[in-house]
């Protein structure tokens, strides 16, 4: 994993974190949690492919 996409996923947290609270003190909580699901949604597939390289480098380890 590349430090990279350490700090790329770090960064999108900072951002929903901010959007979060920003939502959040404005009164729209509803969209405070729409943003908090899309960063999450965001940061998952960003990290997709390299569990994906794991779950290949299990089976060759093994074997299957």
Same mark, same amino acid.
């Given at each position: 994993? *590349?430090? *990279?996409? &350490? %700090? /790329?996923? !770090? !960064?999108?947290?900072?951002?929903? !974190?901010? =959007? @979060?609270?920003? +939502?959040?003190?404005?009164?729209?909580?509803?969209?405070?949690? =729409? #943003? #908090?699901? !899309?960063? +999450?949604?965001?940061?998952?597939?960003?990290?997709? @492919?390299? &569990?994906? *390289?794991? %779950? *290949? #480098? &299990? /089976?060759?380890? %093994?074997? %299957?």
């Amino acid at each position: 994993m *590349d430090v *990279d996409m &350490i %700090f /790329k996923i !770090a !960064a999108v947290g900072i951002i929903v !974190a901010v =959007l @979060n609270q920003l +939502l959040i003190r404005s009164g729209r909580e509803d969209q405070a949690l =729409l #943003t #908090t699901i !899309a960063g +999450l949604v965001v940061a998952l597939m960003m990290i997709i @492919n390299e &569990i994906s *390289d794991l %779950f *290949d #480098t &299990i /089976k060759q380890v %093994f074997g %299957f």
